[in-house]
């Protein structure tokens, strides 16, 4: 088992719809977590991170950490087609700071 | 703002050939992550460097070696190169290396091993 495991998709909503990603993670000492977009060919492109249980919220991204359920998810409101791509998440531990990824989620944003 | 500028972009070597990759990061950044990304994988922890000091291990072969210099770039050393090496090699960079600290990625190298 992956010590993070992301549904692969593909997850396909519609023009403005909300979509949900959604990770778990087996390792209780993670300290924190992080969303990164990757275009196909591209680097990974950091969009949020999270390491107070809750909800983070910035622009259409909202970021909510349950540390109890081992759980971190990621909602993008009002999708848009440019927003389809491989979403990844990842948790890093405090000591020496690597982070270890999911297998990501493939979204699709139909116009 | 300058990100993490990696070189060369594309890599061609046959087996057996050496490459080095190198990764220059943010400005004040002292903190040095590289990942290997195979075809529809998702991107693997090699080693990381903080303060020209290696700082964690991962899944790096012994063929490979990696150092951080005194400013702070990092080069990454792969020998004997096998078609499995064939990948994004991706460098990231943050300042210092702790738990709470953003991680930003550069454009990546693309090797390909023949």
């Known amino acids: 088992q992956k010590e993070v495991e992301q549904n692969s998709g593909p997850l396909s909503v519609p023009e403005g719809a909300i979509a949900s990603l959604n990770c778990t993670y087996s390792d209780r000492g993670s300290q924190s977590f992080f969303w990164y977009r990757q275009y196909s060919g591209k680097s990974p492109e950091l969009i949020m991170f999270?390491?107070?249980?809750g909800d983070k919220e910035d622009g259409r991204f909202t970021a909510q950490l349950n540390k109890a359920s081992q759980y971190v998810s990621l909602l993008i409101r009002d999708s848009q087609p440019s927003d389809s791509a491989t979403y990844l998440c990842?948790?890093?531990?405090?000591?020496?700071?690597?982070?270890?990824f999911g297998q990501g989620t493939e979204l699709s944003v139909k116009p | 703002a300058a990100g993490v500028i990696q070189s060369p972009r594309h890599l061609i070597k046959e087996k057996r050939e050496t490459a080095t990759l190198k990764c220059y990061p943010i400005?004040?950044?002292?903190?040095v992550y590289w990942y290997q990304q195979g075809p529809g994988q998702d991107p693997q922890f090699l080693i990381s460097f903080y303060e020209k000091m290696q700082s964690d291990k991962g899944s790096i072969p012994d063929r490979f070696s990696a150092q951080q210099f005194s400013d702070y770039h990092s080069e990454l050393n792969m020998s004997s190169l096998e078609l499995g090496d064939s990948a994004l090699y991706f460098c990231a960079s943050s300042l210092g290396p702790r738990g709470y600290n953003e991680q930003f990625f550069g454009p990546g190298t693309r090797l390909t091993v023949l």
């Open positions: 999270i390491y107070s249980n």
């Open positions: 990842a948790v890093k531990y405090n000591q020496g700071g690597k982070l270890i």
């Open positions: 400005p004040r950044h002292d903190t």
